[in-house]
Antibody, heavy 119, light 104 residues
Framework: EVQLVESGGGLVKPGGSLKLSCAASGFTFSSYAMSWVRQSPEKRLEWVAEISSGGSYTYYPDTVTGRFTISRDNAKNTLYLEMSSLRSEDTAMYYC????????????WGAGTTVTVSS | QIVLTQSPAIMSASPGEKVTMTCSASSSISYMHWYQQKPGTSPKRWIYDTSKLASGVPARFSGSGSGTSYSLTISSMEAEDAATYYCHQRSSYTFGGGTKLEIK
């Protein structure tokens, strides 16, 4: 069974840092591009990072560039998202998502991990 | 950045009723993808490449469109179809704001 399991969410103060992890199983992790997508409390979905299958290429929207870093360890079948200089507007459910690169859709989603930025 | 606008934001339908929701893009795009999300769960890929149904999606669902106008249609509403549906396009990775579909 294809599965993505996120961990590492929690409560953090504004300006703080947090690192999310995503354990992948049931598919050849190293063959797929991966992304993180977040959903705000208002239920708005926003893509926040993408990494190529080999890890050489990363992409971010302007809203998180310079603050978020996506990485992966293909030997451990694990995806990461390091977040720094966190703001209240980063409060969201963060989903680890497998990305079908050729057609541009997110085809497998994890259950998500909640990040709350508050003093 | 391409902006996706979904309408209506909220709608309700009776069992057996035909349902259509739309997604309008601010610039022309080649394909639209749709995701279904039920409360307390993560989104699921539902329709991809504008009109292809993901595995397990009932045949009463269909997708269509081109250019800047796309739609998701349910031929006959069932209670299990109540959910929020999001459109998504790859050019700038943006999502629409969602259409919440409720059962009457």
């Amino acid at each position: 069974e294809v599965q993505l399991v996120e961990s590492g969410g929690g409560l953090v103060k504004p300006g703080g840092s947090l690192k999310l992890s995503c354990a992948a199983s049931g598919f050849t992790f190293s063959s797929y591009a991966m992304s993180w997508v977040r959903q705000s409390p208002e239920k708005r979905l926003e893509w926040v990072a993408e990494i190529s299958s080999g890890g050489s290429y990363t992409y971010y929207p302007d809203t998180v560039t310079g603050r978020f870093t996506i990485s992966r360890d293909n030997a451990k079948n694990t995806l990461y998202l390091e977040m720094s200089s966190l703001r209240s507007e980063d409060t969201a459910m963060y989903y680890c998502v497998r990305y079908e690169l050729r057609r541009g859709y997110f085809d497998v989603w994890g259950a998500g991990t909640t990040v709350t930025v508050s003093s | 950045q391409i902006v996706l606008t979904q309408s209506p934001a909220i709608m309700s339908a009776s069992p057996g009723e035909k349902v259509t929701m739309t997604c309008s893009a601010s610039s022309s795009i080649s394909y639209m993808h749709w995701y279904q999300q039920k409360p307390g769960t993560s989104p699921k890929r539902w329709i991809y490449d504008t009109s292809k149904l993901a595995s397990g999606v009932p045949a009463r669902f269909s997708g269509s469109g081109s250019g800047t106008s796309y739609s998701l249609t349910i031929s006959s509403m069932e209670a299990e179809d109540a959910a929020t549906y999001y459109c998504h396009q790859r050019s700038s990775y943006t999502f629409g704001g969602g259409t919440k579909l409720e059962i009457k």
